[in-house]
């Protein structure tokens, strides 16, 4: 069963990319003097035509999929002071949002609402381009930017987990322990990775720690 992203985080995109305002910054110097241009493959589509190929794995579902990662990649390559706009979410994890997102937008061209996500996913964006490295718990490998590692591990310490100063950017034992803290404690599989599930709920904005 596919597990949707938990609510808050979800609404917050949601509220983003429901605002107009939310268009690509870079899709108007590209466009004509009306500020239009030309969608391509799946962008073209209905979002309605991406909730159907969702539900199926063929061709056309990939035709979407392949939408979103082109576009990503431009979006690195010509967004000013940006390496990564999406630095720890999968395509699995923006495809979960695209669809809540056209569930309710169901006209909306599938090109459109790819805009409005990526707009609404700029702050918190990687500005500079950042190694991989790998965290490891339980026989378990997943690579991560350092970046992220220092973010998450910020995210930690502002939910009041102990996470020793010195091991910014290093996924060692004290980060590894607090990751399963933070795990048990959001009720999701306890396995020390910081998984995509982990990352989301973790990087949402949350209260400072208590003194």
Same mark, same amino acid.
């Given at each position: 069963?596919?597990?949707?992203?938990?609510?808050p985080l979800?609404?917050?995109?949601?509220?983003?990319?429901?605002?107009?305002?939310f268009?690509?910054?870079?899709?108007?110097?590209?466009?004509?003097?009306e500020?239009?241009?030309?969608?391509?493959?799946?962008?073209?589509?209905?979002?309605?035509?991406?909730?159907?190929a969702?539900?199926?794995?063929?061709?056309?579902?990939?035709?979407?999929?392949g $939408?979103?990662?082109?576009?990503?990649?431009?979006?690195?390559q010509?967004?000013?002071?940006?390496f990564?706009?999406?630095?720890w979410?999968?395509?699995?994890?923006?495809?979960?949002f695209?669809?809540q997102?056209c569930?309710?937008?169901p006209?909306?061209? $599938?090109?459109?609402?790819?805009?409005r996500?990526?707009?609404?996913l700029v702050p918190?964006?990687?500005?500079a381009?950042?190694?991989?490295?790998?965290?490891?718990?339980?026989?378990?490998?997943?690579p991560?930017?350092?970046?992220?590692?220092?973010?998450?591990?910020e995210?930690?310490?502002?939910?009041?987990?102990?996470?020793?100063?010195a091991?910014?950017?290093? $996924?060692?034992?004290a980060?590894?322990?607090?990751?399963?803290?933070?795990?048990?404690?959001?009720?999701?599989?306890?396995?020390?990775?910081l998984?995509?599930?982990t990352?989301?709920?973790?990087?949402q904005?949350a209260?400072?720690?208590?003194r």
């Amino acid at each position: 069963m596919r597990r949707r992203p938990a609510a808050p985080l979800l609404a917050l995109l949601g509220a983003l990319m429901a605002a107009p305002a939310f268009l690509w910054p870079t899709a108007a110097p590209a466009a004509d003097a009306e500020g239009r241009f030309a969608l391509k493959g799946g962008g073209a589509a209905p979002c309605s035509a991406f909730l159907r190929a969702r539900q199926e794995a063929g061709m056309e579902r990939q035709l979407f999929e392949g $939408f979103v990662d082109g576009y990503v990649t431009a979006a690195n390559q010509l967004t000013p002071d940006t390496f990564d706009l999406v630095p720890w979410q999968s395509t699995a994890l923006l495809l979960d949002f695209l669809a809540q997102h056209c569930e309710r937008n169901p006209t909306m061209a $599938f090109g459109v609402a790819v805009s409005r996500m990526a707009a609404a996913l700029v702050p918190e964006r990687l500005r500079a381009t950042s190694r991989v490295v790998g965290t490891e718990a339980g026989g378990s490998v997943a690579p991560i930017y350092e970046e992220v590692l220092r973010r998450a591990q910020e995210a930690l310490r502002r939910r009041g987990q102990a996470v020793p100063a010195a091991s910014d950017g290093a $996924f060692d034992a004290a980060t590894r322990e607090a990751v399963r803290r933070f795990q048990r404690a959001s009720r999701v599989e306890v396995t020390g990775l910081l998984d995509q599930r982990t990352l989301f709920l973790l990087l949402q904005p949350a209260p400072p720690a208590p003194r």
